[in-house]
Nanobody, 124 residues
Framework: QVQLVESGGGLVQAGASLRLSCAAS????????TGWFRQAPGKEREFVAG????????LYSDSVKGRFTISRDNAKNTVYLQMNSLKPEDTAVYYC?????????????????WGQGTQVTVSS
């Protein structure tokens, strides 16, 4: 079992950058593929980015490809989401999720572990 805690959210202006962190408990975090999802007010939760347990394979939604970068440091039990060129439409609560499998998936139903989320607000 793994527990996830997100951090790094905040209020920024359009065009700025933020780096989110997802810290995991447990010594076997390297056995979990991890994803970032987000949920804006009045909208369904959507996939943002995912990374394999090894870190060599990544996935991105079309809306963030080229602007966001997911990475992980298994020695620190942490996954990161570097967000550049932020837009107002990126405003949402961002969640980290983990699944006991090698590769990340786009569907939220593939993930059994979730953090509490961190708010990202981008002003225009």
């Amino acid at each position: 079992q793994v527990q996830l805690v997100e951090s790094g959210g905040g209020l920024v202006q359009a065009g700025a950058s933020l780096r989110l962190s997802c810290a995991a408990s447990g010594r076997t975090f390297s056995r979990y593929a991890t994803g970032w999802f987000r949920q804006a007010p009045g909208k369904e939760r959507e996939f943002v980015a995912g990374i394999s347990m090894s870190g060599y394979s990544t996935l991105y939604s079309d809306s963030v490809k080229g602007r966001f970068t997911i990475s992980r440091d298994n020695a620190k039990n942490t996954v990161y989401l570097q967000m550049n060129s932020l837009k107002p439409e990126d405003t949402a609560v961002y969640y980290c999720a983990a699944r006991t499998a090698p590769f990340a998936k786009i569907s939220e139903y593939e993930y059994g572990y979730w953090g509490q989320g961190t708010q990202v607000t981008v002003s225009s």
